[in-house]
Each structure stands twice: as C-alpha cells, then as structure tokens.
C-alpha cells in the first residue's frame, strides 16, 4: 500500500484508502486522548509514540490488517483478549474485515502508560 516512506504521522495516513486512513485516524485520536503527553512520530516507517522517552505504542496499517505494537509485557498482560488474534512477540494484528477493537486498544495504552510511570 505504500509507496513511499513518509515523514509525518498525517503523511502516512494519507498514503491509504479513505476507509482505512478513517480507521488509522481513530487509533491517533485514541493514543492523543489516553496519553496527550505522548511524542508522536514516525518510527521503523509507522506511526510511533514515546512517553518520558521510552516507547509507548506504535500501528501500521497493512493490506489485511492493522498492526498493533505495545511491546511484549502489555501483550503478555492482555493475552487472553488477544487469543483470537494472529500475534507475535509484542506484537498483534487486526484484520480489517472484522471491528478494531479500540476499547481493547485503550487499555493496553492505559496498561503502558502505568507501566511506564513506575519505571
């Protein structure tokens, strides 16, 4: 889907179709209203978020799936309602014929952002 590697966050969503730039658009606004504090910026070519310097969340969008990123402990923490999803270490995909999880999704950054603060 991309051509090309953007260098803002709002680049890079502009870079896909309209349904899913509207999804991509959500999981921002979700990140902005659970950790307004968050740095926004492009990071390993996707979306990333860093709160006091350390690595918040980061999401990419792919041809069948939203790719969500909240390192190995939120996932670990979140196990049981990730199952049914395809994962990897820190890792978990969306598919995009299904609803996005967001309230799942809000969660996971309360879960980091706690997770962080007592670092």
């Given amino acids: 889907m ?17 349904e899913i ?3 991509l658009n959500q999981l921002r606004a979700l990140v902005k209203s659970v950790a307004p ?6 990071s390993y070519g996707m979306p990333a978020y860093k709160y006091n310097k350390k690595p ?4 990419a969008a792919y041809e069948k799936h939203i790719g969500l990123y909240a390192t190995p402990s939120t996932h670990e923490a979140f196990s049981k309602e990730l199952s049914s999803y395809k994962q990897g270490k820190g890792s978990v995909q969306f598919p995009l014929n ?8 809000k969660k996971m950054i309360q879960f980091k952002l706690q997770e962080l603060d007592q670092k």
């Fill in 56 to 59: 918040l969340v980061y999401f």
């Fill in 2 to 18: 991309q051509n090309k590697k953007a260098d803002s966050v709002e680049r890079y969503i502009k870079e896909f179709p309209t």
């Fill in 98 to 105: 299904k609803d996005i999880p967001f309230p799942l999704i």
């Fill in 21 to 23: 730039q509207e999804i």
């Fill in 37 to 42: 504090q968050a740095i926004e910026s492009i």
